[in-house]
């Protein structure tokens, strides 16, 4: 879900600090977002990370540092905190 201001308006965050402390309070400490909002603090441009959709395995190379992407695709997708990468299709198990 988008961060939204008291009058329901969305918030575009410009960092991801930012995006931690709207996301607490609005949220009131959701771990899946604290979690997820670490993890993309940590993640360098370059680094390898794999990712699995319906049972497929990924690995990605990160071309990007966070960004907050609140378009209504995003939205609907409930992925808002995003960084791009390329990646491979490794198989499944």
């Known amino acids: 879900m988008p961060?939204?201001?008291?009058?329901?308006?969305r918030i575009v965050p410009n960092d991801i600090e930012k995006c931690e402390k709207l996301g607490r309070q609005q949220y009131n400490n959701a771990r899946g977002l604290v979690v997820s909002?670490?993890?993309?603090?940590?993640?360098?441009?370059?680094d390898l990370i794999w990712t699995r959709k319906d049972g497929t395995y990924y690995l990605c190379r990160v071309l990007s540092k966070w960004k907050y992407n609140n378009?209504?695709?995003?939205?609907?997708?409930?992925?808002?905190?995003?960084?791009?990468?390329?990646?491979?299709?490794?198989g499944t198990i």
């Open 37 to 46: 909002i670490h993890a993309f603090k940590e993640v360098e441009v370059d």
């Open 3 to 9: 961060l939204e201001d008291n009058n329901g308006n």
């Open 71 to 90: 378009s209504n695709e995003n939205t609907h997708a409930d992925v808002v905190n995003t960084i791009n990468v390329e990646f491979v299709e490794v």
